[in-house]
């Protein structure tokens, strides 16, 4: 897509799958920045007549997948597609994450106080009743004291974050490359965000002072054992997932993903209704993990 002297540095990429009344809320906020960004819509072929009220709207960049690609697809299509069009920033969300009006401007401060030297940028995500998002909750780094005097900035060093609202340099995603399209939905940004921040080694922070609202259907994060019957076959792309993610980190990986297993086990021997669906889908999960090796893929040019 060719660009202009005027357009804005930052691209806003905002993957979408069939929610437009939500898409529409994101787009909104997306405009009412105090910060100047272009918005960037990744539609993973939506049938819900998103595409008509996309290619009707002034002032967006909208491209249709054709297929729907997931989470992991749509993310790895929409960062391409920013950095190949040459943003210098790319910041990346659902289409049921809504910031607030300041969450981009104070991204920008967090980039310049820290001169560029950082992995990813990761707002605090709240729900719709304005308390703590917990499916969105970053994983701070134990020795997050380190960089203490951040914090009076609102920057608090982490290890891992999703990917509603994370704020990246283009320069570090063609460095560390793209999110792993072959994961589908489930944890590509966990695996993306330890890829830069665990195993790649650059300080990474959420700004405390950028926050969004995660307009999520409900609070209560993620359990196989209680989630409803008909979201239970997306878990197994949670478990053969996280069996590739923790492989890359060593033994201590792979102990701490057993770990999780089992307690993924006991929950649903103890609280599970039905149990055998459930047990079904973990153990597909833990057996097809074994046998995924998908491809970091970079930007072309880079290694």
């Not at 992995?119 to 605090?124: E, F, Y």
């Not at 201590?252 to 209704?273: E, Q, S, T, V």
Request: net charge positive; with cysteine.
């Amino acid at each position: 897509m060719p660009r202009n002297e005027k357009e804005s540095t930052v691209a806003a990429v905002v993957v979408t799958y069939n929610r437009l009344e939500l898409l529409r809320q994101c787009v909104e906020a997306l405009r009412a920045q105090t910060a100047a960004c272009d918005i960037l819509i990744v539609d993973n072929a939506s049938t819900d007549g998103s595409s008509q009220w996309l290619a009707s709207q002034p002032n967006l960049y909208y491209r249709n997948t054709g297929s729907n690609l997931g989470g992991a697809g749509g993310f790895h299509f929409g960062m391409r597609w920013a950095v190949k069009t040459g943003y210098d920033y790319v910041w990346i969300m659902d289409d049921d994450t809504l910031p607030q009006p300041d969450a981009l401007e104070k991204l920008l401060e967090a980039d310049r106080v820290l001169d560029g030297n950082y992995g990813w940028l990761s707002s605090v995500a709240l729900w719709t009743d304005g308390s703590e998002c917990k499916m969105n909750r970053q994983k701070l780094k134990k020795s997050f004291y380190e960089y203490s005097p951040l914090m009076k900035y609102g920057l608090v060093q982490a290890e891992q974050a999703t990917f509603v609202s994370l704020f990246l340099r283009s320069e570090t995603i063609r460095r560390f490359g793209l999110p792993i399209k072959e994961y589908y939905i489930w944890g590509d940004d966990l695996e993306y965000t330890r890829r830069i921040a665990v195993r790649g080694g650059l300080p990474c922070f959420v700004e405390g002072q950028s926050q969004v609202i995660h307009a999520a259907k409900s609070n209560v994060g993620s359990n196989v054992a209680l989630d409803d019957a008909e979201r239970i076959g997306r878990y197994f792309y949670a478990f053969r997932n996280e069996a590739h993610l923790y492989r890359q980190e060593g033994i201590k990986g792979r102990a701490y993903c057993f770990a999780k297993r089992c307690r993924d086990f006991l929950r649903i021997m103890g609280h599970g209704k039905p149990k055998w669906p459930r047990l079904r889908v973990l153990l597909r999960g833990i057996w097809a993990g074994f046998f995924f090796h998908p491809e970091v893929e970079c930007i072309e040019g880079n290694k």
